[in-house]
């Protein structure tokens, strides 16, 4: 079967975030290429489901049992040659709600998190809302790709409990290589550091990269990893908010249930796990294609700005839907404004990601080819 990435479907007035620049206080004429959702719909095994559930009728409070655990071991050792187990898995309404229950669960008062700006905001959020200090250990850019600093890393560390990995990276687009993982892995086993690797996008990787799972790299990892996966990047089903936590080490697993439970949480989504059993039962081939459409606007986009715009420059990325654009060449005073205003362009500007991204913007390109040509040709414009 054949998919149909092309098709341009209305989001406007269904509630979307992406579509409703009232909600963030936007005009009404830019073209949203902003949060980290899909404008595609979602496979066809997940709406057959979805809609055999709706005409059941009843959502009564529900779990995931055993068929549902099975599907997600399936998925894991296939996709990602990584062994789970069942009893290490606990289900949460999202990842961002893991990160934030983990770093509750696992730290106190005051003491340090490590995270690597630019990264996906809510990582600061996690630490800086619960009162827990930030400490940035901040990625190197250097001849256009993004690096480790592990010098500062472990400097980092010896004040740490916790380190909130984005694996692959958000925005940067890294796909961490199993040596770098390593390198930093063993900075966190050596002083006692626990790793929260958010994994959500390891399905967008580009060959010839390869995703790898920071707790399969060695027994000593998975005993101090909170691993965090979703099937909703995968398969755009962010408002069904259903994620899937595995936590290997009893007392580790102990704490986030514990947090899990004093904030009041207990049964998941249904509708949300129903789907992600879909998803992961007959989704592949949809999503095997989905990469393939990323990989040819990926390509599209980079011909257009050597063609067109050669003075913005595109971060190669390795993994993720999530481009990253250096604009500082144009030098423009307030680039959020130019960018929102001038080319009526609404994406994520660099400094939401922290101050080292001062002078770049996010542009989510998980769209029809057409609305990707119109955001680059907007961009092409104001230029
Ligand atoms: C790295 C990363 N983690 C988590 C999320 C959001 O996860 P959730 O919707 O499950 O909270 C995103 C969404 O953009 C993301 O990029």
Known sequence: MTYNFDEVINRYGTGSIK??????????????????????KAPPC????????????????????????????????????WTVEQNSLTLTFGIVNAV?????????????VI??????????GAVSDNRRKVLNNGLIYENGRYAMD???????????????????????????????????GDICVRYGVTVISDEIHQDFIFAPSKHTVFADISPEFADITITCTAPSKTFNLAGLTLS??????????????????????????????AACQAAYSGGVEWLEQLVKYLAGNLEFTRDFLVNNVPSVKLIEPEGTYLLWFDFRELNV????????????????????????????????MACPRSTLEDALLRIKNVC
Not at 256 to 261: C, K
Not at 334 to 339: A, K, Q, T
């Open 19 to 40: 579509f409703s620049p009232e909600f963030r206080n936007k005009p009404s004429d830019v073209l949203p290429m902003w949060v980290a959702d899909m404008d595609f």
């Open 46 to 81: 997940v709406l057959e489901e979805l809609h055999r559930r709706v005409e059941h009728g009843i959502f009564g409070y529900s779990e995931a049992g055993e068929e549902y655990f099975d599907t997600l071991k399936q998925w894991f050792q296939t996709r990602h040659n």
């Open 100 to 112: 934030y229950l983990a770093v509750r669960a696992l730290t106190s008062e005051g003491d340090g």
């Open 115 to 124: 995270i690597q700006q630019p990264v996906y905001y809510p990582f600061e």
């Open 150 to 184: 592990l010098n500062d890393f472990e400097e980092k560390a010896k004040l740490a409990k916790v380190f909130i990995l984005c694996n692959p990276h958000n925005p940067v687009g890294r796909v961490w290589t199993r040596d770098e993982l390593k390198a930093v």
């Open 244 to 273: 899937n936590i595995f936590i290997d080490n009893k007392e580790i697993r102990r704490k986030f249930r514990r947090e899990y439970e004093a904030a009041g949480l207990s049964q998941p989504s249904l509708l949300g796990f």
């Open 333 to 364: 005073p307030n680039l959020d404004d130019f960018i929102l205003n001038k080319a009526k362009l609404w994406l994520d500007g660099g400094t939401m990601f922290g101050a080292s991204g001062k002078g770049f913007q996010r542009l989510n």
